[in-house]
């Protein structure tokens, strides 16, 4: 057996990054309601009121002393006292109801409230039952009216009513197997608990045998029905179904009152009954809780619509219905209606144990209240299935209950009815329910309320999420239409967030559209975001309606509430507040466990919120939202002009140009706030002329800048202040800029319990002007400028196709007009350039621009840039000449020969059709070549006589293209005297120069060698020359069509040189030298023997050198005597 009772909290622990925000919610003036913690007080809040007076009923549902489990709490008095609720009068109550675990109000009305206990266990036969029990009390008087949804009796046994067709379209044969599978259908489930009346119509109904005499007859009861006689006649179905209701069904006839109470029709064709009509019949059913079955025999039922259709009004669900081809065909339903009719808990050898229906219901686990039913939550019926049950409340209630489906075995434990919440379109009502345990992702399901009928559903996303479990339906702009549905899954987890709100727009037929989706702070996995979830209406004073959610489990158990603010069709992805359980005090735990917020208990006229927490209930105030309303002006509108006599430069001095006036009041955007005065202090800091590193006005003492704090109204409060300058100023173009910034500190209201009064954020806290110089624009004031713009291309011959290449425009702009309001530049150039800035090279008046590229806006044959001014203004008679620089940018080819130069001079007062605004100008296109000459071996000396012709071969070789070269010259000989030193580059200090002139034929990556070779000769003369030294040079140079093209290389390497010396000799006479020679040798010889006869070298000494070596032979032993040997002569 399953027993639900909704939770008051999971055990989980999270924690909090993030501090307590201050719109909208006033955290400082709360109102803490206490209780005892083991009753659950503060499980449920809501707000109500009673003749008048608001209060805040608070329930505790496991209070011990059941009649006390609501309390009504003031905000005047700060104290909360129990509502005596007399339950279950006349009852044996064995356990608690937990009274107050659902509350509601009529919104209507705001004084007729609703508590439910949907945990009333009681004893019936060997099961316990779980149902609920609601009390509606109006403005607290004690004429309680207690309802009990979704109850289900206790059941002793089964009262079967067996209603059979016996009208003429019958054959006798049929009638009798129709008997037959009546007993055989009788004997199956025949148990003491289980009690049969069978009733035969046709024309008119006739009881065969009632309850009492089917307990009397015992085993008589077949030979009654045996006896019954087939009276042939109409088939008026509704009446039969009608007289079994009102004279079977009843205590005379030996119905019990605790029974369960069946009908099973039986019939072979559609009803042609005049007296009565299917729901007349059905409604004296329904009164008396029958179910209804209905067997059609016969072919018409298994294919034409109307008969199909007369069997779905009979039964009392679309599951009820059986169709057979034939009567003989009813023996095989027999087992089946055995198992599906009489399957009925406690009931003994008839049931199987297999489905619930109303026995755990738990009525009342959600309510909705409205002025005309009450809808209840049922989430225990039908094998926790759910479902709502609707009760009118007239003085005759109509009782309808509504789920999915009783049947479908995939919709058990889905707990429809966990949630209800109710939603207006136009004329229609749709009951909005939830099923968190549908399929185990959940699922909301959007019901009609007129038709019954499901429009639409929308399933969860995560399993174990409880998507459902809360529900809010919220009205954004207070038309009485319903615009958004919020959908609570508090047990929604990911890594840092747990629990989602998910948002959906609602349509007229009923459809959800998803919006977006909601989510608490990040660090708390476990906070159940989403537990609980209220609209406010509107806190924040934008006429938009706000929404509280409820995270308990946030911040370790403490808890937290966010405040959601709504725009114009859904609501703020960010919130605008978080309160936690902290910043009201250290002992509040799961603080947001209940929410809600409609009435205003504080008396201030704005609406105040009320959230449960374990064992209190905390109040807590609007604020009201108030906004600053801040102006700055300047008196004269326009700076005056300077003295006149500024231009002669003998005026100086301070004076007076104007005064400013900056005023403050406050405006209260919550109009609804019926409290003390709104007062606030405003600390300001003014600047003047803002955009200017030096101010050219200055308050006194030449301070640019004033500070002060005043207290503010409702009331304007102004600061008036005189503003002063140089008698001559240079810049009188460019507007003047006064900016004051504020802070706001808001007083509280100490009639209201020293309330404050919430800034709004939105406001602006900072107020600005452009305070415009006079202007001289003639009598008609209106100024009307004349530029002119003309160009050139500061000396560049060409524009050079190279990434070296900066090409600098020359501009010359001038105003020959009055001033020029935003005057600028607007340029086009060719795509192969990129912009690289703009200079004043000068200017009569100062000047800065300031430049930008634009896009090629699909031309991209041309680019486009521009440049504004600072001042933007121009004076008349301004002339500034200008440099714009351009830098070659592309590597690829230019085909055109010339390119293009735009430019125009604009303003906002200028005749932009004028010739002289615009300049055009074209430049021819150089290619670069790379063209390297260099000499190789050539002829470097020569020599002739000075006696004869001779004639030599000069050769000089060069590398470079193909030449086509025009005929060889003569260079004649030259005197030396005519040429000193010798010849420089291009034929500079020569005293003979010939140039030859080569074209190129192509201009190839080939190197080639060319040479200029000829005869070198001295010509015929008689005369005969001096001996010389000639210098002879050739070079090779390069020139370029340069309108067309340009060298991409150093100049040295366009040319080179080759020198060649000549050397002009005389023929050599040896006579002279060998006469000369002669001589010299004889007179060489004479004086070497005249000095060799001097020393005696012609004198011979022969005998001397004999006598000693003769004595050199005797005698080894050296001589004594020094004196010399004797010699002897040789003859």
């Not at 104290?79 to 009529?106: H, R, Y």
């Not at 390497?1053 to 001589?1079: L, R």
Request: with cysteine; hydrophobic share 40%; net charge negative.
């Amino acid at each position: 057996m399953k027993l639900i009772v909704k939770a008051a909290f999971l055990l989980c622990s999270a924690r909090c990054f993030l501090l307590t925000s201050a719109f909208s919610i006033d955290t400082k003036t709360q109102v803490i309601f206490g209780g005892e913690t083991a009753a659950q007080f503060g499980y449920r809040v809501v707000q109500i009121r009673s003749n008048g007076v608001p209060w805040l009923i608070v329930s505790a549902p496991l209070l011990r002393n059941q009649t006390e489990t609501l309390f009504r709490c003031s905000y005047d008095t700060e104290q909360c006292q129990p509502l005596q609720v007399p339950i279950l009068q006349g009852e044996n109550i064995t356990s608690e109801i937990s009274l107050g675990l659902s509350l509601a109000v009529d919104e209507a009305s705001d004084s007729k409230l609703i508590a439910c206990g949907p945990t009333w266990k009681r004893r019936c036969g060997r099961n316990d039952y779980l149902n609920g029990v609601c009390y509606i009390m109006n403005n607290f008087n004690q004429n309680l009216k207690e309802i009990r949804p979704a109850f289900q009796e206790c059941i002793s046994g089964v009262d079967a009513v067996i209603l059979f067709d016996d009208s003429g379209s019958i054959r006798d044969s049929d009638f009798s197997i129709m008997l037959d599978f009546i007993l055989k259908l009788m004997a199956s489930v025949a148990e003491p608990d289980v009690r049969f009346a069978v009733v035969q119509f046709s024309s008119e109904p006739n009881i065969v045998v009632n309850f009492a005499n089917y307990a009397l007859l015992g085993g008589k009861v077949e030979e009654a029905i045996r006896r019954v006689k087939h009276r042939r006649g109409n088939t008026h179905t509704p009446t039969a179904i009608h007289f079994v209701a009102n004279e079977v069904f009843t205590s005379a006839h030996g119905m019990r009152q605790q029974s369960k109470k069946l009908l099973i029709v039986l019939t072979d064709g559609v009803s042609n009954d005049k007296q009565f009509t299917f729901e007349a019949a059905k409604e004296a059913t329904d009164k008396k809780g029958i179910i209804r079955y209905a067997i059609g025999v016969g072919t018409d039922f298994l294919t034409k619509k109307e008969a199909r259709d007369e069997l779905r009004d009979i039964a009392s669900l679309p599951e009820n219905v059986f169709s057979v081809r034939s009567f003989g065909g009813l023996h095989a339903l027999q087992n089946e209606l055995k198992e599906k009719i009489f399957a009925i808990e406690g009931t003994s050898g008839v049931s199987n144990g297999s489905s619930f229906q109303k026995e755990f219901s738990q009525g009342g686990f959600s309510m909705l209240l409205t002025p005309e039913h009450v809808v209840s939550g049922a989430v225990g019926a039908y094998d926790w299935a759910g479902g709502l049950e609707e009760e009118s409340l007239g003085d005759h209630p109509q009782i309808r209950f509504i789920n999915m489906s009783m049947s479908k075995t995939e919709l058990k434990d889905s707990y429809l009815g966990y949630s209800v919440v109710l939603a207006h379109r136009g004329r229609f009502k749709f009951y909005v329910a939830g099923a968190p345990r549908f399929q185990h992702v959940g699922r909301v399901v959007i019901i009609e309320s007129l038709k019954k009928r499901i429009t639409s559903f929308i399933g969860g996303r995560q399993v174990g999420s409880y998507f459902g479990a809360e529900l809010c339906s919220v009205d954004l702009d207070a038309d009485g239409n319903t615009d958004l549905i919020l959908i609570g899954a508090p047990l929604y987890y990911n890594r840092i967030q747990g629990g989602l709100v998910d948002v959906y727009s609602i349509s007229d037929m009923g459809r959800l559209k998803h919006l977006q989706t909601l989510h608490g702070i990040s660090g708390n996995r476990l906070g159940r975001f989403g537990s609980a979830l209220s609209s406010l209406g509107d806190v924040s004073g934008d006429g938009l309606t706000d929404v509280a959610i409820g995270a308990p489990m946030e911040d370790e158990d403490r808890g937290a509430v966010y405040i959601f603010l709504g725009e114009r069709d859904k609501l703020r992805e960010e919130y605008s507040q978080r309160i936690t359980a902290a910043s009201l005090s250290p002992g509040l735990n799961f603080f947001g466990q209940s929410v809600q917020g409609r009435l205003d208990l504080s008396g201030d006229g704005l609406t105040d919120l009320a959230v449960g927490a374990l064992g209190n209930a905390v109040l807590l105030r609007s604020r009201p939202v108030f906004t600053v309303i801040s102006s700055l002006n300047f008196s004269p509108h326009s700076i005056p002009l300077d003295d006149p006599n500024c231009a002669s430069g003998k005026v100086s001095g301070v004076g007076p140009r104007g005064s400013f006036s900056l005023c403050f009041s406050l405006k209260l955007i919550s109009t609804k706030w019926s409290s003390g005065a709104l007062q606030a202090t405003i600390s300001f800091d003014l600047l003047v002329d803002t955009l200017q590193s030096m101010p050219r006005l200055t308050l006194e003492k030449e301070a640019r800048n004033i500070s002060g704090t005043i207290h503010v109204g409702t009331v304007p409060i102004c600061l008036n202040k005189t503003l002063q300058s140089q008698l001559c100023l240079d810049d009188t173009i460019s507007p003047l800029v006064l900016q004051a910034n504020f802070r706001v500190t808001e007083e509280p209201d100490t009639s209201a319990r020293n309330l404050r009064p919430v800034l709004e954020p939105k406001t602006n806290l900072s107020t600005t002007i452009e305070v415009p110089f006079q202007q001289n624009c003639g009598s008609d004031d209106i100024c009307t400028s004349d530029l002119r713009i003309s160009f050139n291309f500061s000396g560049a011959n060409g524009l050079k196709l190279t990434p070296s290449f900066i090409l600098n425009l020359t501009v010359k702009l001038e105003n020959a007009g009055e001033t020029a309001y935003k005057a600028g530049l607007s340029f086009y150039y060719p795509p192969i350039l990129s912009f690289q800035g703009a200079s004043v090279l000068k200017s009569n008046w100062r000047l800065s621009p300031v430049c930008e590229m634009h896009g090629s806006e699909r031309n991209t044959s041309v680019r486009h840039s521009s440049c504004r001014f600072s001042p933007r203004d121009l004076k008349e008679g301004t002339q500034a000449f200008l440099w714009l620089s351009f830098r070659f940018s592309r590597n690829d080819s230019w085909n055109e020969k010339f390119v293009s130069f735009t430019l125009r001079a604009l303003s906002q007062n200028e005749n932009n059709t004028l010739d002289d605004n615009e300049a055009t100008e074209w430049l021819p296109v150089l290619h670069p070549v790379n063209v390297i000459v260099k000499g190789l071996e050539s002829t470097t000396y020569l020599n002739f006589s000075t006696e004869r012709p001779e004639t030599k071969i000069l050769t000089h070789v060069y590398e470079r293209n193909q030449f086509v070269c025009t005929h060889p010259a003569i260079l004649h000989m030259a005197n030396i005297e005519d040429s000193k030193e010798p010849p420089m580059s291009r034929c500079l200090g020569a005293s003979v120069c010939t140039r030859v002139r080569c074209l190129i034929a192509n201009l190839s990556r080939e190197s080639i060698k060319f040479n200029f070779s000829g005869e070198f000769y001295r010509p015929q003369s008689d005369s005969k020359l001096q001996s010389q030294n000639l210098h002879l040079r050739s070079e090779a140079s390069v020139v370029i069509d340069e309108s067309r093209f340009f060298q991409n290389q150093p100049e040295e390497f366009h040319y080179s040189q080759i020198n060649t010396e000549v050397e002009i000799i005389s023929p050599f006479n040896p006579v002279p030298v060998i006469v000369g020679s002669t001589i010299g040798g004889l007179v060489l010889l004479a004086i070497l023997v005249v000095v060799l006869y001097k020393f005696g070298f012609f004198k011979r000494n022969r005998v001397s050198e004999m006598d000693e070596a003769a004595a050199g032979q005797a005698d080894p032993v050296e001589p004594t005597d020094p004196s010399p040997p004797q010699t002897a002569t040789d003859s």
